[in-house]
């Protein structure tokens, strides 16, 4: 029977108990739930609301009940609702009215709203974790092969010559802004809002300064109106998360068009790919076409979050039950995809001859002959048309740059001299010397940047 129904005559109907209750989701908060009700039954003692005694009582029963959790061994009950009564019930149970004193100066509107911040606090600390591990294999990879050079892309055509390296530690830039980014979140998380009742606060001298400190909050809530309702801090993360997973998505794209035949930038290890049920030659890049798909969930749970929250009156609805679910597979296939990401991207195998040969193919180096007209004097508009002609010409001769002759050359601007030969794959790369190029010296630096990073995001 659910306790909460002594005001009714009637029992609750079968199906409205289903489809009301939490309890198949939210029971994986038991660990918040619970680390929030010990906390509460030690201010409640410090403060002389129960007594020394009865407090001891009640955690110990907590920890044990958190024990049968763990164990599989409490019934978790649909019509009890949610994970705070089933909870409550069970500890009254065992303890019988001293546990019924828990309830003193609290909702559930309270817990909720403390459980998830505790949830998402973990979370984002866990992510960041796994953010900084991605990057390190992003810059084992890059110092693995760093004098690698391939064609760097724009419009998915051939642009210019890049450093592999380069390319990488691209990627190390979006996953550190993510890593700022749940940082930032983590700020407004990190606010303890215990104390706020079912929506005005509590009648009884509460100490909610203990309660942050117990939990290892940095601040608490100023308003009881607002920490009851808000769900901010759980659309942040999910907004944190769906960038991290767009530039997921972005090198799980890279990683399928490296990994075919047509680029052959890499190779996938054994481990991390997958094989086709009809065709025996296929090595398929799944993991990455996963994640890459995985993408739209966790931007629908941003969206649908959203949408839930929009134009709710203060203070606490029930529609916010339905913040749960979203969160919890976002996290998890957030956490999921840093994971099989890292281990994909430490047991690639760059092809670093092959790739070089790709960036020696078509007129990558056209805009370095401009470059080199300009050096002698000539505007860049004008240097562009003039190498945009001698682009068109080799075409039609079937020639590189470096199979024609100087005469050819000569034919466009008298300007071109021997030394036009020079103009390589490696001095274009080495050209681009400024901060923020690809130049070797530049990308070295780069690197150690980078690392110094991760050192300090580690500690
Ligand atoms: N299961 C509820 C939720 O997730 C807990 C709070 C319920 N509060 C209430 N007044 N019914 O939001």
Same mark, same amino acid.
């Given at each position: 029977?659910?306790?909460?129904?002594?005001?009714?005559?009637?029992?609750?109907?079968?199906?409205?108990?289903?489809?009301?209750?939490?309890?198949?989701?939210?029971?994986?908060?038991?660990?918040?739930?619970?680390?929030?009700? &010990? =906390?509460?039954?030690?201010? +409640?003692?410090?403060?002389?609301? @129960? #007594?020394?005694?009865?407090?001891? $009582? /009640?955690?110990?029963?907590?920890?044990?009940?958190?024990?049968?959790?763990?164990?599989?061994?409490?019934?978790?009950?649909?019509?009890?609702?949610?994970?705070?009564?089933?909870?409550?019930?069970?500890?009254?149970?065992?303890?019988?009215?001293?546990?019924?004193?828990?309830?003193?100066?609290?909702?559930?509107?309270?817990? &909720? =709203?403390?459980?998830?911040? +505790?949830?998402?606090?973990?979370? @984002? #600390?866990?992510?960041?974790?796994? $953010? /900084?591990?991605?990057?390190?294999?992003?810059?084992?990879?890059?110092?693995?092969?760093?004098?690698?050079?391939?064609?760097?892309?724009?419009?998915?055509?051939?642009?210019?010559?890049?450093?592999?390296?380069?390319?990488?530690?691209?990627?190390?830039?979006?996953?550190?802004?993510?890593?700022?980014?749940?940082?930032?979140?983590?700020?407004?998380?990190?606010?303890?809002?215990?104390?706020?009742?079912?929506?005005?606060?509590?009648?009884?001298? /509460?100490?909610?300064?203990?309660?942050?400190?117990?939990?290892?909050?940095?601040?608490?809530?100023?308003?009881?109106?607002?920490?009851?309702?808000?769900?901010?801090?759980?659309?942040?993360?999910?907004?944190?998360?769906?960038?991290?997973?767009?530039?997921?998505?972005?090198?799980?794209?890279?990683?399928?068009?490296?990994?075919?035949?047509?680029?052959?930038?890499?190779?996938?290890?054994?481990?991390?790919?997958?094989?086709?049920?009809?065709?025996?030659?296929?090595?398929?890049?799944?993991?990455?076409?996963?994640?890459?798909?995985?993408?739209?969930?966790?931007?629908?749970?941003?969206?649908?979050?959203?949408?839930?929250?929009?134009?709710?009156?203060?203070?606490?609805?029930?529609?916010?039950?339905?913040?749960?679910?979203?969160?919890?597979?976002?996290?998890?296939?957030?956490?999921?995809?840093?994971?099989?990401?890292?281990?994909?991207?430490?047991?690639?195998?760059?092809?670093?001859?092959?790739?070089?040969?790709?960036?020696?193919?078509?007129?990558?180096?056209?805009?370095?002959?401009?470059?080199?007209?300009?050096?002698?004097?000539?505007?860049?508009?004008?240097?562009?048309?003039?190498?945009?002609?001698?682009?068109?010409?080799?075409?039609?001769?079937?020639?590189?740059?470096?199979?024609?002759?100087?005469?050819?050359?000569?034919?466009?601007?008298?300007?071109?001299?021997?030394?036009?030969?020079?103009?390589?794959?490696?001095?274009?790369?080495?050209?681009?010397?400024?901060?923020?190029?690809?130049?070797?010296?530049?990308?070295?630096?780069?690197?150690?940047?980078?690392?110094?990073?991760?050192?300090?995001?580690?500690?």
């Amino acid at each position: 029977m659910n306790p909460l129904r002594n005001r009714f005559r009637k029992e609750v109907e079968k199906s409205v108990v289903e489809y009301t209750a939490s309890i198949p989701f939210d029971k994986r908060l038991y660990r918040q739930d619970i680390a929030g009700s &010990i =906390a509460h039954a030690r201010m +409640l003692a410090k403060q002389g609301i @129960i #007594s020394e005694k009865e407090a001891e $009582l /009640i955690v110990m029963g907590l920890a044990s009940i958190r024990e049968e959790i763990e164990r599989g061994i409490l019934d978790l009950r649909a019509d009890l609702e949610d994970i705070h009564m089933n909870i409550e019930a069970r500890l009254i149970e065992k303890i019988w009215v001293v546990g019924r004193k828990l309830l003193t100066a609290r909702s559930r509107n309270d817990q &909720i =709203a403390l459980d998830m911040r +505790l949830f998402a606090k973990e979370a @984002i #600390s866990d992510t960041i974790e796994k $953010l /900084i591990e991605l990057q390190k294999a992003l810059l084992d990879l890059a110092e693995a092969n760093k004098d690698v050079i391939m064609p760097g892309y724009t419009h998915l055509q051939r642009a210019q010559p890049v450093l592999f390296a380069h390319h990488l530690l691209a990627y190390f830039e979006m996953l550190q802004r993510d890593v700022e980014r749940f940082r930032d979140c983590l700020k407004r998380t990190d606010v303890m809002s215990l104390g706020s009742g079912a929506l005005a606060g509590v009648p009884y001298p /509460i100490d909610r300064a203990f309660l942050a400190q117990e939990l290892g909050f940095a601040r608490v809530s100023e308003n009881s109106m607002d920490a009851v309702s808000d769900r901010d801090f759980v659309i942040e993360y999910q907004a944190a998360a769906s960038l991290a997973m767009m530039h997921l998505s972005r090198l799980a794209e890279e990683s399928v068009l490296w990994a075919s035949a047509e680029f052959g930038v890499v190779e996938l290890d054994e481990a991390y790919a997958t094989g086709s049920s009809i065709m025996p030659q296929k090595k398929n890049p799944d993991v990455a076409e996963l994640a890459r798909g995985k993408t739209g969930r966790v931007y629908g749970n941003l969206l649908a979050l959203l949408t839930t929250m929009k134009a709710l009156p203060l203070s606490y609805n029930r529609d916010m039950q339905e913040d749960k679910e979203g969160l919890f597979d976002t996290v998890d296939t957030l956490l999921s995809t840093l994971d099989v990401f890292t281990g994909m991207v430490r047991t690639l195998r760059v092809k670093g001859e092959k790739i070089r040969l790709a960036a020696e193919e078509g007129y990558i180096l056209a805009t370095d002959l401009a470059d080199y007209l300009v050096r002698k004097g000539v505007p860049f508009r004008e240097a562009h048309n003039i190498v945009g002609g001698l682009v068109q010409y080799a075409l039609e001769k079937g020639k590189t740059f470096k199979e024609l002759s100087l005469s050819e050359y000569q034919s466009f601007s008298p300007l071109f001299a021997e030394d036009v030969y020079s103009i390589t794959v490696e001095s274009s790369v080495r050209a681009r010397n400024i901060l923020g190029g690809t130049a070797p010296e530049q990308v070295k630096e780069a690197l150690t940047r980078a690392r110094k990073i991760v050192r300090v995001e580690d500690e």
